[in-house]
Structure formats: structure tokens, C-alpha cells
């Protein structure tokens, strides 16, 4: 999870991985977040969110929140990705959250985003192959969970607690019927097919 890092860090740069959370959901905000670790940093997490549980999750927040030298977070909601595309929204949301580490960085690694005006290095796979990456990848999953469990609270009919806005059974049917709430992305299918 090292290989790139430790070449850059032998470099003297300092690696800021940047990754995100809800893509593609059909409910919610997409949320990027921005790491940067202390250069040499030994691996310390079991890998990228998508790895771990929920518990496993939180309690590596906490311990990257420790670890690293800056954390930064953006979110951009559901009618910003409808205005300019969920492409454009992702890359807007790692933008931001570079800006909200108000840290020096010399590249950054992202999981196969490449980040116009930025030294990027868009990795495929790069939440797996990047431990700032990997990292920055749970702090975005936290992150967007806590939030959609707000909405939920809001729109208990959805169970974003457990979906989390993506397309389960039951929200699927309930969107194909023509429910939808605020947080909902109308141009994402099939939504988009029930408005136009």
C-alpha cells in the first residue's frame, strides 16, 4: 500500500491522498476528503473503507484524525451534482477539500480522478495502492454516512440509515413509483426517466 508513497516521500514531497464517498448513490451529497500523514507513515488501517466494517471505519477516523498532519473535507449536495454532472461535482468536492487542509502539499494521489491544476497522480485502484488515499477514502465514508443518517432522520421512509441513498430493493421501488425526497439526484436514472 506503500510502493508510491515511499518513492515520492524519498523525494522530499509531501503526498496528499484524496478520495470520496457517494458517487453513485441516487440520495445525498458526494463528500471527498484530503490526507496528508507524516512522510514514512507505516501502514496502520487494513485497508480502504470499502474493507471495513462500520466499527472498523470509525475507529480508523479516529486514529487518521490523530495521524495525520492535515485532514480536509468537502461535501457537495444533491442539486449541485444535478446542475454539473457527478464527474464535475466529485472533482469540485476534491478540490475543496484540498483547499480546507490549509497545508502545504507537493502531489496528490487520488483513486483514478485526475484533478485538473493540481500535481496529480490518478491511480486506478488508488484507495488500495495509496494509504493517504486509503485513509482519506474512510474519513469521506464517515462523513457521509453521519450524514445520511441525519436524513434519515428527516425521511424515515427511504432508510438512508441503511442504504445510505444508494439503490437497495425497497428504495428502488420507491423512487420507480415516483417518490422522491430534496436530497434525491433527479438526473440520475431512474429518476430522471419519472421527471422527463
Sequence with gaps: ????????????????????AGRGPLAGPVVAAAVILPPFTEPFIKGDSKKLTKKEREEAYEEIKNKALAVGTAVVDSAVIDRVNILRATKLAMKRALKDLKYHYDIVITDYVKLEGENCMPLVKGDEKSLNCACA????????????????????????????????????????????????????????????
Design 1 to 20: 500500500m506503500l510502493n508510491y508513497e515511499l518513492e515520492l516521500w524519498e523525494k522530499g514531497l509531501l503526498v496528499a491522498g484524496v478520495d470520496e
Design 137 to 196: 477514502s474512510i474519513i469521506a465514508k464517515v462523513i457521509r454516512d453521519k450524514i445520511m443518517e441525519i436524513y434519515h432522520k428527516i425521511y424515515p421512509d427511504f432508510n438512508f440509515a441503511s442504504n445510505k441513498g444508494y439503490p437497495s430493493k425497497t428504495h428502488l421501488e420507491k423512487v420507480e413509483k415516483g417518490e422522491y425526497t430534496e436530497i434525491h439526484r433527479k438526473s440520475f436514472s431512474p429518476l430522471k426517466k419519472k421527471l422527463f
